[in-house]
């Protein structure tokens, strides 16, 4: 099976730099994913990792690492539109070449003026 | 707007009855999924269509839900014999799957929040 861990709540500043670290156990993924949703609001894709390493979108960045099960979205530059909810994502490896997401409990950002 | 789009936004039941929700993905997409979301969690995965056909259901889903995607465009997720335990965001996704992709981006529309009474 999978589960990911995430933070359940994190705040910072505007302007700072805030990571939320994904940790997780899964029999195998393709990919972990990040989606951010506001009160109310449907998930929205921010970033995508299908490898090891970085990769970077404007002020989203989002790190993996399979080696230590472990990933993680940095956002830079906060902006009072940033407070949400912040969600990790894996596609499980399955015969049908992938499909469902299971995700995260979520990471509530705060960001304060 | 092209996005996805859900319909109710609401709905409000009591005990006992069926609902149905529909969902229309973004035209092109051939991929479906239905997730379920309670307060403070993650979208729960359902379950998903690769146009017509029906490739997954979740162990969760019980007996009493079924989804349907007829035509390989829009979909319906019918509850039935409603339960307050079913109170929750039922939100809905489409991708495009290509080829021998191994993934793809989903996109949520705005869900139908129930509220089992």
């Known amino acids: 099976g999978q589960s990911l861990e995430q933070p359940s709540e994190v705040t910072a500043v505007e302007g700072a730099i805030v990571q939320i670290n994904c940790t997780y156990q899964?029999?195998?993924?393709?990919?972990l994913s990040w989606y951010q949703q506001h009160d109310g609001g449907a998930p929205t894709f921010l970033s995508y990792?299908?490898?090891?390493g970085l990769e970077e979108t404007g002020r989203f960045s989002s790190f993996l690492s399979r080696s230590d099960s472990y990933g993680y979205l940095l956002l830079q530059e906060l902006q009072m539109k940033d407070s949400a909810s912040y969600f990790c994502?894996?596609?499980?490896?399955?015969?049908?070449?992938?499909?469902?997401?299971?995700f995260g409990q979520g990471t509530e950002l705060s960001v304060k003026p | 707007d092209t996005g996805v789009s859900q319909d109710p936004r609401h709905k409000i039941t009591k005990r006992g009855q069926n609902v149905t929700f529909r969902c229309d993905p973004i035209s092109e997409h051939n991929r479906l999924y239905w997730y379920r979301q309670t307060l403070g969690q993650g979208p729960e995965f359902l379950t998903y269509f690769q146009n017509e056909a029906q490739l997954e259901k979740s162990r969760l889903l019980s007996d009493r839900f079924s989804a349907e995607r007829p035509k390989g465009s829009f979909s319906t997720l019918e509850i039935q014999r409603t339960e307050q335990g079913d109170s929750a965001m039922y939100l809905c996704?489409?991708?495009?799957?290509?080829?021998?992709?191994?993934?793809?981006?989903?996109?949520f529309g705005p869900g139908t929040r129930l509220t089992v009474l």
């Open positions: 899964t029999s195998g993924f393709y990919g």
């Open positions: 994502a894996v596609s499980p490896l399955i015969y049908n070449q992938g499909g469902k997401l299971i």
């Open positions: 996704a489409s991708s495009l799957r290509v080829g021998g992709a191994s993934t793809d981006t989903q996109y």
């Open positions: 990792n299908a490898l090891d």
